[in-house]
């Protein structure tokens, strides 16, 4: 009957078996490890679920993308046309102003000369009141005015003096207005012409452009 080795012995074998059959023993913790980090088994369906979530994210991220660039061309279109109409309204709202002051404007062109003929004798009495005293050293000073205005001249004149009335020759000419008056002696002359003020006036509007002239008439 063999006797039981003993532990060295059992040791000595072991290591001697190993260096021959190149077996080392294998070790319980690295199979256990082995064991954890295993590759888990694919599953199809969590495959696909993913793919079609990442498609779904990616989906959603272009809609919401064009849908923004969908905005800003419509909110962009809307402020030019807002702006527009805008501009078309204050084109429009000038352009009635301009109308309604055009024709306030004319109809006052029409009724100054008809109220300077009405008035025309006290401004044309205003007028040889500021005028005759200053040309007294005058030997003679002419006074042309509308026959209908005659009358009330020569009565301005009497009371102006008898030196005025002496060196004043009163001249009446269907070719005055009737508010119109025009004085001159030897060395110069003055006037109140109702065609001139009345030109004055329409350039003045005219240069602000509250006034239709021919010209602008046909350039519109």
Not at 23 to 36: I, V
Not at 154 to 170: H, I, K, T, W, Y
Not at 209 to 220: Q, V
Request: charged share 25%.
């Amino acid at each position: 009957m063999l006797a039981e080795p003993r532990p060295a012995q059992m040791a000595e074998l072991l290591k001697f078996f190993g260096e021959d059959f190149g077996a080392d023993a294998a070790d319980p913790s690295d199979e256990a490890a082995s064991d954890e980090t295993a590759a888990p088994p694919i599953d199809p369906e969590a495959i696909r679920e993913a793919a079609y979530q990442e498609g779904l994210r990616d989906g959603i991220e272009r809609a919401d993308s064009e849908r923004n660039r969908t905005v800003a061309r419509t909110l962009a279109s809307l402020e030019q046309h807002l702006d527009q109409a805008q501009y078309q309204a204050a084109q429009e709202t000038d352009r009635a102003a301009r109308s309604i002051a055009n024709l306030l404007i004319q109809t006052l062109m029409k009724i100054l000369p008809t109220a300077c003929a009405r008035f025309g004798a006290a401004e044309i009495a205003g007028v040889a009141r500021a005028v005759l005293p200053g040309l007294r050293q005058e030997p003679r000073v002419v006074l042309a005015v509308h026959p209908a205005i005659a009358p009330d001249v020569e009565a301005e004149l009497a009371r102006l003096g008898d030196d005025v009335r002496a060196r004043a020759v009163l001249a009446p000419s269907e070719s005055m207005a009737p508010g119109d008056i025009s004085i001159t002696w030897q060395d110069g002359s003055a006037a109140r012409d109702t065609n001139d003020l009345m030109q004055c006036i329409a350039a003045l509007f005219t240069q602000y452009g509250l006034l239709n002239t021919p010209e602008a008439g046909a350039a519109d």
